[in-house]
């Protein structure tokens, strides 16, 4: 099966500094990424929509300037947490999609734990 | 936009018997709905899936059924064993997937 990678698998930093995580898909090439936050004990919240070489499609309530997304190529995305603050702690999730179909599998990585002190 | 309510929110069952979890969606344009298994601190592991073109869709012990029509799609598991103990996720997709808010499903020995 596909094969999505993610780093860094966790991270822990100042409040106010900024954290870049990214999203790899290993075997495939991903015209479309997906990013996600996991609350303890929660849903997956879909935050932002990524297509390779194009801007990111953000959800409402979402603030892009907070949450930079860059999909530089077909099989890298990267998000950004900037100005980070406690409140911004969470387990945030990728995934990749290999084709535009909306019937075509998701791939998940594996997710990054932020803790912002 | 999509809104995937998922039911219920925790199951328990013992060894050996059938779980069923159902789901419902909003969005009439939705033609994907997978369903997720996640275990504690990992990420979703896609277990089945069914696109709009079909009613039914079976693997071994997991199947899944979906109604087009009342916009409802269930997953059903028989024969549970300890190890499918986890949290379950359904999903919707007009475009970009809608998860339910979860099933933690907890079995027996």
């Known amino acids: 099966g596909a094969v999505v990678s993610q780093h860094p698998s966790w991270v822990i930093c100042k409040s106010g500094t900024s954290v870049k995580i990214e999203c790899r898909s290993l075997d495939f090439q991903a015209t479309t990424m997906f990013w996600y936050r996991q609350f303890p004990k929660q849903s997956l919240m879909l935050m932002a929509t990524?297509?390779?070489?194009?801007?990111?499609?953000?959800e409402q309530g979402v603030e892009k300037d907070k949450f930079l997304i860059n999909h530089a190529s077909l099989t890298l995305s990267t998000l950004t947490v900037t100005s980070a603050h406690p409140e911004d702690s969470s387990f945030y999730i990728c995934?990749?999609?290999?084709?535009?179909?909306?019937?075509?599998?998701?791939?998940f990585g594996p997710g990054t734990r932020l803790t912002v002190l | 936009g999509e809104n995937v309510e998922q039911h219920p929110s925790t199951l328990s069952v013992q060894e050996g018997d059938s779980a069923v979890i159902k789901c419902t969606y909003s969005?009439?344009?939705?033609?994907?709905f997978p369903w997720y298994k996640q275990e504690l601190g990992k990420r979703p592991q896609l277990i089945i899936d069914?696109?709009?073109?079909?009613g039914e869709k079976k693997d071994q012990r997991i199947a899944v059924t979906l109604n087009k029509t009342a916009k409802h799609f269930s997953l059903h598991i028989t024969e549970t064993q300890p190890e499918d103990s986890a949290v379950y996720f359904c999903a919707a997709s007009p475009n970009d997937m809608r998860f339910g808010a979860g099933t933690r499903l907890t079995v027996k020995p």
């Open positions: 995934s990749a999609r290999q084709a535009e179909l909306s019937t075509d599998t998701q791939y």
């Open positions: 969005d009439s344009a939705s033609n994907y």
């Open positions: 990524s297509n390779e070489g194009s801007k990111a499609t953000y």
């Open positions: 069914i696109r709009s073109n079909v």
